[in-house]
């Protein structure tokens, strides 16, 4: 290890060298008394006979190279042998890797082993009386020029510094290109200037195989304070010999670089700090968590330097990938060999890698050497640095630091070559070297950053406020608290407020608020915790306060206060229901058999049905709804359920507005209908915002206990009184340790909400029943969709209606990702709405892409001959695919749908007529003449099929036109049939009569949609039924403040917390299911526990896992919904 965890000294005018306090591990500088610069005796702990911490480990692995063996890094230095960044157990080889008792002493040999014979040894000084500058007019080295001077001198601040630079002759100057032309106006070298980036860094002779498992990182006891003051001093891209002008860009760059590396270094001796100690009773090195926090408590730059460091390694390494996966790794040893090249390939095929090229915009390497003025100088100058940092690390006399050192430099050379280098370059340019310690060097910041983590975990376990050690305190460090402890009187204050504030809005009885009160000055930890970090966010304490005492309660209803309802399901109907029952002051009991909310409802894309007053733009009109409703019912309709449905269709989407709070401000004309009457969000899918809103809503009453949410729990049956009312029900619950637990609740009112069966294919199921011949056909339901609700209505005596009426939809998307799974993603009537066109595999239209979907699924069906014969489909026939094609003008139309669409691989984008016949797979002509004969149509304004509407037609120069084409499908999409009711929504047995305390809405329910479902019908009777449902139940009297009072007025206002940066490198540690940050929006959120909450499934969280997945979201949901979710941080790429 070296050095500490301090940057150094910032770039001065005065480049003299000095002992800085910081010096790692706190090794005193040497005086009289302490006379030459050791290495075990001053680490902590270190048993008399142990090996000496700074000793090269040798495992005579000569007879065994790895991959990429070969040339040493110089003096003491090493050439790894194998490398990906998981795994650090690799080889090198070492030029002056000595035997024990050479070692000992740490001599610089002045780098004897790679010179002539005749040749000055690199670690001695010369001097130059003529110049005061050893490199030349060209250039000034102020930290290597400085050392010159303490040499002539012998003006040395300790006897220690005299032995670190007491060389004769300056090492590594400038490299000069003396054939390079020198135009600071064109700001042009040869492209092979940066060939010889990592030329300073040497191969010997002597060289050794060293194993670095045997050899980590770690604390040697050296003193490098020097070395790492000459390295920052030596960053200095002066021009014209001017020292004292700010920094540059470029010489910022290099700064944090090296800050990164340095920062790296001290992580390693902090995670590696105490040696094994037989009398200590330690097997082996152990961490020190307090020298983590001395180093870096004050100084989170350094930190933030490290992940820099990343970025630009990671940036080096996504543009070298297609070279490096193509690398032909050779050592001898197949079996190595190929398991080397598995590996790194492995790593280049990474998500991090393969994600969105944001990751790695946080350094662009573009933006260097744009000064017009001095970019050649300014390369020049900053290659010249590189070189004399690279020199200064000869004179390290710790073996086990030069290696580490040697192979970073040579790593961080590398990436810079790569990265300035053009592409066409790299292939010729990288030696075997150079790729090696380029990928250990990517390991070793990567562990780095775990290691910020691990270290911050193991202080804070045993730690409660944050405070520096006495060592610290004493070496002149800040030695106040950075931050504020749970025994504050900030953090009381938060907690006597918060409970006040709970006590006046009658959420916490007398007893209580006394026994918190009590708790808050005798400064219990638990709510002092709970206070400081939740006191400004009132719902969420009051949530969490029964985790501190189990005697603590909340004023609500009890587990023995019977609800007004229990409803079953929770798409769209039984929360619509449940949100009315409670905004009523009822109780419910809400049981959901998966593990998430929102159902089928959640999938909804197209949008919601309404009539309303606004529609008179457009010349819509009650009665024209109803017909439209009424002839996509057919025979079957049922007027007194469409005028319901109708009729109740603006109050239905008012409340949506109003009361859920989403946004329906878009109107669309879907197929089939007469007006513009289908609302949907400005921004996101229809379904999703709904059911995010409306699920929000309904948990704001769980604090209060009004209302109970039961997941991954399955009703039975339904409990029935002697009088044949039903009054309860029985189920099973699923418990966290995958048990079943049996459960019986009692309600005088049962809402079932439980959808359709399009999804069960199973034997005897309805489906299997009703329409044995679409058994085979895939389904846009969700797995779910199993009919129970049906079954325990009709095991109470209920009737049924329209059983065989299963809605086809025309087109569901084939993912060719995945083609032949049977649950599919809707492409609702909006695309089509907007302009989409079908084409069959022949490349012609053949229907009014505007009318119902039994319609275009029977135009579809018909390219069947037995369909077309017979009109009855074969269940062994193969389900026919066609293309759905947009133009750039019906994309803008359906901008959100269609983003989330190519984001998951079912759109594919297409430039011009050629591309987009060739992704038909037929001839140009043939896909041309359908598109010209459909303008000729819009044109005209009717085609062959009787359409009238032609939005988004493609422009006259198909040539330029930019299409959006998938394949799409018909699919099962809905069940008309279900359990009898009437316009209330009660329940109606076979004999048409009312079935006491058993109610019903949405897709369990039949005869509302007869022969067809109208598209955006859907939404619509969930909205109109759950909320009939949901307004009629009784509610028994209570005296009860409910929580939504703290939505709705009453109590402290949540403060806004100060968020921290996140960076790039940050929020990609957090990338798994059980650890999951997505930046939206420049905002981070943790979403780990809302990953099985989320309706739609925990995939689609999960894939944003640990990026900036703003773009997807946008292309489901609105702004709104990230309301609920507090920020952990600003999310800052770099």
């Known amino acids: 290890g ?60 000569n007879d065994q190279p790895d991959f990429l063996s070969g040339g040493g890094f110089g003096s003491g230095a090493s050439t790894l042998s194998s490398a990906t960044p998981s795994s650090p157990s690799l080889e090198s080889s070492t030029a002056d890797a000595a035997n024990e008792e050479e070692e000992e002493e740490f001599e610089c040999d002045g780098g004897k082993d790679e010179l002539d014979d005749d040749a000055e040894p690199l670690c001695s000084l010369a001097t130059d009386d003529s110049s005061s500058n050893p490199f030349g007019s060209s250039f000034e080295s102020a930290a290597l020029h400085s050392i010159s001077e303490r040499v002539v001198q012998q003006n040395w601040e300790s006897e220690s510094q005299q032995q670190t630079f007491d060389w004769n002759k300056v090492s590594d100057p400038v490299v000069h290109i003396p054939d390079a032309p020198c135009n600071d106006e064109i700001g042009n070298l040869p492209e092979t200037f940066w060939l010889d980036t990592c030329s300073k860094i040497k191969a010997g002779d002597g060289l050794r195989v060293v194993n670095l498992q045997l050899n980590p990182e770690r604390n040697t006891g050296y003193n490098g304070t020097h070395i790492w003051t000459a390295i920052y001093e030596e960053n200095c891209l002066a021009l014209d ?51 983590f926090i001395d180093k870096f408590a004050d100084s989170p730059e350094h930190l933030r330097n490290l992940h820099f460091s990343y970025v630009v390694l990671l940036r080096a390494l996504k543009k070298a990938s297609p070279v490096l996966y193509n690398y032909e790794i050779k050592t001898g040893d197949i079996l190595d060999d190929e398991m080397a090249t598995i590996l790194m390939r492995r790593l280049l095929d990474s998500m991090i890698l393969k994600s969105c090229q944001n990751v790695f915009t946080a350094f662009d390497e573009n933006l260097m050497f744009k000064e017009q003025v001095n970019a050649i100088t300014l390369q020049e100058n900053f290659k010249g640095v590189f070189h004399n940092v690279s020199s200064i690390l000869d004179c390290v006399q710790c073996q086990q630091c030069k290696l580490h050192g040697k192979m970073a ?27 090696v310690a380029f990928f250990n060097t990517i390991a070793k910041m990567s562990e780095s950053v775990r290691e910020v983590r691990e270290l911050t975990n193991m202080y804070w376990s045993t730690h409660t406020k944050l405070e520096k050690s006495d060592a610290a305190v004493s070496s002149g460090s800040d030695t106040r608290l950075l931050s504020t402890g749970i025994d504050g009187i900030d953090v009381l204050d938060a907690a006597v407020g918060a409970v006040s504030s709970l006590a006046n809005q009658g959420l916490i009885d007398e007893s209580t608020e006394t026994n918190l009160i009590q708790q808050a ?39 023995s206060d019977e609800p007004d309802a229990i409803v079953i399901g929770t798409g769209l109907a039984g929360l619509s229901a449940t949100l009315n029952i409670l905004d009523r002051g009822g109780r419910v009991v809400l049981i959901e058999k998966e593990h998430r909310l929102g159902g089928n409802s959640n999938k909804a894309s197209s949008g919601i049905n309404a009539c309303c007053p606004q529609n008179s733009t457009y010349g819509d009109y009650l009665e024209s709804f109803k017909e439209d409703t009424i002839r996509s019912a057919g025979k079957s309709s049922k007027p007194h359920l469409i005028e319901t449905l109708v009729e109740n269709s603006e109050a239905a989407v008012q409340w949506l507005k109003e009361r859920v709070g989403v946004d329906l401000s878009v109107l669309a004309q879907l197929g089939g209908h007469g007006h513009k009457r289908t609302h949907r969000p400005n921004q996101g899918m229809v379904g999703a915002e709904i059911i995010y809103n409306i699920q929000r809503a309904v948990k704001t009453y769980e604090k209060s206990g009004m209302v109970k949410i039961m997941v991954d729990t399955r009703v039975t049956q339904l409990k029935r009184s002697d009088s044949g009312a039903v009054v309860g029900v029985e189920g099973v619950k699923m418990t966290k340790d995958g048990k079943n637990e049996t459960i019986s609740l009692t309600s005088p009112n049962v809402v079932l909400a439980t959808g359709g069966f399009a ?84 490349g012609e239209r053949f229907c009014n892409e505007l009318g119902t979907r039994a319609y275009v699924v029977d135009k579809m069906f018909g390219h069947d001959p037995q369909y077309a014969k017979t009109k009855t489909w074969n269940v062994d026939t193969e389900i026919p695919t066609f293309s759905l094609v947009l133009s750039a003008s019906a994309a803008e139309g359906a901008q959100k749908h269609v983003d989330h669409y190519l984001n998951k691989g079912l759109l594919t984008r297409i430039e011009g007529l050629d591309a987009l016949a060739n992704w038909m797979k037929l001839p140009v002509a043939t896909v041309k003449a359908s598109l010209l004969e459909y303008q000729r149509d819009a044109k005209k304004g009717k085609d062959a099929w009787g359409k009238v509407t032609f939005n988004g037609v493609p422009q006259k120069d198909l040539s330029s036109e930019v299409f959006y084409a998938g394949t799409v499908t018909p699919v099962l999409h809905y069940c008309m049939g279900g359990l009898t009711i009437d316009k209330d929504g ?149």
């Not at 944090?256 to 090195?285: C, F």
């Not at 219990?524 to 939740?534: D, G, R």
Request: charged share 20%.
């Open 2 to 61: 070296r050095g500490d965890g301090s940057d150094g000294a910032e770039k001065t005018t005065d480049a003299t060298l000095s002992l800085s306090s910081s010096a790692a591990p706190f090794i005193p500088a040497p005086t009289e008394e302490h006379e030459s610069e050791g290495c075990a005796g001053d680490l902590p702990d270190l048993d008399p006979d142990a090996e000496p911490a700074c000793h090269v480990d040798l495992d005579g692995g």
């Open 409 to 435: 430099m040579l790593g961080y050379g590398t990436a810079l070559k790569i990265l300035f280098l053009p592409d066409d370059m790299l292939a010729t340019s990288l030696s075997r070297n150079e790729i």
């Open 241 to 291: 010999g001017d020292t004292s002008a700010p920094m540059c860009y470029e010489e910022r760059v290099l700064y944090r670089l090296l800050s990164g590396l340095h920062t790296s270094t001290t992580l390693s001796i902090a995670k590696n700090y105490y040696p094994p100690s037989k009398k200590k009773g330690r097997a082996n090195w152990e961490p020190n968590p307090q020298y």
């Open 759 to 842: 999804s069960d294919r199973s034997p005897g199921s309805y489906l299997d029943r009703y329409r044995p011949e679409l058994m085979r056909m895939p389904a846009t339901a969700g797995e779910f969709s199993t009919g129970d609700g049906i079954t325990l209505g009709t095991s109470a005596g209920a009737g049924i209606v329209d059983m065989d009426k299963v809605q086809v939809h025309p087109t569901g998307w084939v993912d060719p990702k995945d083609p032949s799974n049977p649950g599919k993603i809707l492409a609702g009537e909006l695309m089509r709405g907007v302009g989409g066109i079908l084409m069959n595999h022949e």
């Open 521 to 559: 000055f005798q400064r219990n930890p638990e709510l002092m915790v709970l206070s400081k970090h939740y006191g400004s966010n009132l719902s969420k304490f009051l949530n969490f306060l029964p985790n501190i005492d189990s005697q603590i309660s909340t004023t609500g209803m009890t587990e």
């Open 986 to 1134: 009660n329940v109606l047995n076979e004999s048409k009569e009312i079935i006491p305390g058993l109610h019903a809405a949405g897709e369990v329910s039949g005869g509302v949609h007869g022969d067809n479902r109208l598209g955006g019908n859907s939404l619509l009777e969930c909205t109109v039924f759950g909320t009939i449902v949901g307004k009629k139940i009784p509610i028994k009297p209570r005296n009860s403040i409910q929580s939504n009072n703290l939505q709705q007025g009453g109590g402290a206002v949540d403060k806004p917390a100060e968020l921290r940066n996140i960076s790039t490198d940050e929020l990609q540690q957090h990338s798994t299911e059980d650890d999951c940050w997505v930046s939206i929006h420049g905002l981070v959120y943790d979403l780990t526990d809302f990953v099985d909450e989320h309706p739609a499934g925990p995939e689609s969280i999960t894939e944003l896992a640990g990026k900036d997945g703003t773009e997807e979201f946008q292309a489901v949901h609105g702004e709104n919904i990230l309301e609920d979710f507090d920020p952990i941080g600003t999310f800052v790429p770099v």
